[in-house]
Nanobody, 127 residues
Framework: QVQLVESGGSLVQAGGSLRLSCVAS????????MAWFRQAPGKERESVAA????????RYADSVKDRFTISRDNAKNTLYLQMNSLMPEDTAVYYC????????????????????WGQGTQVTVSS
C-alpha cells in the first residue's frame, strides 16, 4: 500500500515562493500519474497540477499556470510543486495524490481519478 507524505507548507508573504514535496513509499510510482490538489477554507478541493511520471507530461490549472511547476525525482520517488509569485488566493491545504491506473497520455486531472492521498500541508500567503 502506497503512502504519500507532503511537506514544505509554510506562511509566506505575497510574491514569495515555496517548494512542496511529496514522498511516496510502499511502491514505485514510475508508471502512474501524480498530482497536486488544494482546498481552501469553505471551498471545494480543486486540481492544481498533474504529471505523467514516465513521460513528464504535465497539466496545470489556469489559475497557477506560469507560476507553479510540478516535477518529480524518480530516484527519490518524490513529487514536487515549485510555487512562485504566490498570492493570498493560493492559501489552502495542498494535497498530493496518486492515480494507480497505468498512465497513458496526458495526466488525468479530476479528483475522482486519484486513489491515494497524502495528509496535506498548509500554505498560507499573507498580503
Amino acid at each position: 500500500q502506497v503512502q504519500l507524505v507532503e511537506s514544505g507548507g509554510s506562511l509566506v508573504q505575497a510574491g514569495g515562493s515555496l517548494r512542496l514535496s511529496c514522498v511516496a513509499s510502499g511502491r514505485a510510482v514510475s508508471n502512474y500519474n501524480m498530482a497536486w490538489f488544494r482546498q481552501a477554507p469553505g471551498k471545494e478541493r480543486e486540481s492544481v497540477a498533474a504529471i505523467n511520471w514516465n513521460s513528464g507530461s504535465t497539466r496545470y490549472a489556469d489559475s497557477v499556470k506560469d507560476r507553479f511547476t510540478i516535477s518529480r525525482d524518480n530516484a527519490k520517488n518524490t513529487l514536487y510543486l515549485q510555487m512562485n509569485s504566490l498570492m493570498p488566493e493560493d492559501t489552502a491545504v495542498y494535497y498530493c495524490a496518486l492515480d494507480i491506473s497505468l498512465a497513458v497520455g496526458p495526466p488525468r486531472f479530476r479528483i475522482q481519478d486519484y486513489d491515494r492521498w497524502g495528509q496535506g500541508t498548509q500554505v498560507t500567503v499573507s498580503s
